[in-house]
């Protein structure tokens, strides 16, 4: 049976209370620390600050128990064996992460340590910041031996986070001493050993005792490049699709059976070549950016990355310019925005390509009606409610009257609309889909105008019959 591990996490953000969950979950005992007072007494009352799937239930669960939060940094270390870092690493002016808030914890968690601990980076960060946080405690005189850090980077997808950290594709550990590497072992063995996967509970996924977790372990340089090198190679995947989808649309090629074509090569797999607005998020846009620095930094030149960034963007103004094309002039238009987080099953509208899109078509004179399940309270910090900004309580109130319904997010419930509701609700039959949920046929058939991502627009005739046009 695994042993039990004492942990510390300190930040209570997606990726420390994701991973304060799970540890307790996988039968840990795990103090969530934030130096938030209102955060960590929303949590104390039961209270989830993130929008993600089986998190609830899983805090509910061990709230009080097998997870505690509180601000007290001092002993949540001293009672820990093992200390996450987890705080956030934003994107700076240069494009490197800002690494403040990692050094700033370095340096509490140095005042604090009165015995060995394994601290271990968990937030995103490039490659020697292992080396730097042992460099900052050894300036803030704690002695080799009372220490070892450890990078354990996570790879998880916003809205399949929980089922990402107990099923995972790997665990990655770099690690320069043995008794490091053997206690993130010991973390990880209900998922390595398939213990997990046995108890009652269990979130379900992928993994089982048969085909348990895999674990790496590695040098902690392999493990900070491992983490940067993944994420810029799926955003690298979203740019190629979405670059090959203006091609098709110029010729008249379908990118749907093109992607399903590319992706039934066992050596490219069908993930993450889906053509729309580019990819968004607190990860890809930041990760690019950093591991271009990190390159730069090093004399490498990576321009690569740099055209991955440029094609990203450019997706953006290709869907302003078919919203534009569809209905001729902008002003005084009424439009639907269904979705405004960076991807379906989240509420996070980090870099999100709906947000950027919305701006431009309120600078453009167009008012804007949106709806998005659980990013609305968000969005409204940074579109907040005007006499053009409007929010709906459902998809259907938000196309009433529109002049065109436009698909911004590629949520479950905009890939399942009443498209006969829809039509009687708008004053105009006319849908603009960023993520190709539909199929031009079947929207003919409903009697809209689609226009979507790497296929040709099908328009509807004046006398009601479909013809086809470029976009």
């Not at 304060?20 to 007494?41: I, L, P, Q, S, Y």
């Not at 103004?317 to 534009?324: A, D, L």
Request: charged letters at 25%; one cysteine or more.
């Amino acid at each position: 049976m695994a042993r039990q591990v004492s942990i510390c996490v300190i930040g209570s953000g997606y990726v420390g209370l994701v991973a304060a969950a799970c540890f307790a979950d996988m039968g840990h005992k795990v103090t969530c620390v934030d130096n938030d007072e209102a955060r960590v007494k929303l949590l104390c009352d039961g209270g989830v600050p993130i929008f993600e799937e089986h998190l609830p239930e899983l805090l509910a669960k061990h709230r009080g128990r097998s997870v505690t939060f509180t601000t007290d940094l001092g002993r949540a270390v001293e009672e820990s064996e093992a200390v996450f870092i987890a705080v956030g690493t934003p994107q700076g002016d240069s494009g490197a992460a800002d690494l403040s808030y990692v050094e700033a914890v370095v340096a509490e968690i140095a005042r604090m340590i009165k015995n060995y601990k394994v601290i271990v980076e968990k937030s995103t960060v490039p490659v020697y910041t292992n080396a730097w946080i042992r460099r900052v405690l050894h300036r803030h005189g704690v002695e080799k031996d009372r220490f070892d850090v450890v990078s354990n980077p996570e790879f998880l997808r916003e809205g399949t986070a929980v089922v990402d950290f107990l099923h995972p594709d790997r665990i990655v550990v770099g690690a320069s001493e043995e008794h490091s590497a053997e206690l993130l072992r010991q973390i990880y063995e209900p998922l390595t050993e398939g213990s997990y996967y046995t108890q009652p509970g269990a979130v379900p996924g992928c993994c089982n005792t048969a085909h348990p977790a895999k674990m790496l372990v590695t040098t902690t340089q392999s493990a900070e490049i491992i983490k940067h090198a993944s994420n810029a190679f799926l955003a690298m995947k979203i740019s190629f699709i979405n670059a090959v989808a203006n091609l098709a649309e110029a010729v008249d090629a379908d990118i749907e059976d093109i992607a399903k074509g590319i992706g039934l090569d066992s050596r490219i797999g069908p993930r993450f070549l889906r053509a729309g607005l580019g990819y968004g998020g607190s990860c890809f846009p930041k990760d690019v950016a950093a591991f271009h620095w990190v390159a730069q930094e090093r004399g490498v030149n990576f321009q690569l990355l740099d055209e991955v960034r440029k094609i990203n963007e450019t997706q953006r103004e290709i869907f302003f310019n078919k919203v534009r094309s569809a209905l001729w002039t902008l002003r005084g238009k009424r439009l639907a925005a269904l979705g405004l987080a960076f991807k379906g099953e989240t509420d996070d509208i980090r870099e999100s390509p709906s947000i950027e899109i919305i701006k431009k078509l309120l600078q453009a004179g167009a008012i804007v009606t949106a709806y998005d399940p659980a990013a609305i309270e968000r969005a409204k910090q940074t579109l907040p409610p005007d006499t053009n900004m409007k929010y709906a309580a459902n998809l259907y109130e938000a196309a009433k009257d529109a002049d065109a319904v436009l698909i911004l997010t590629d949520w479950k419930e905009f890939a399942a609309i009443d498209l006969e509701r829809l039509n009687q609700a708008v004053r105009f039959p006319i849908l603009i889909d960023g993520r190709n949920l539909y199929k031009p046929d079947e929207m003919q058939k409903h009697g809209f105008t689609y226009v979507s991502m790497g296929r040709q627009a099908s328009y509807q005739g004046q006398e009601g019959k479909p013809h086809k046009m470029p976009a």
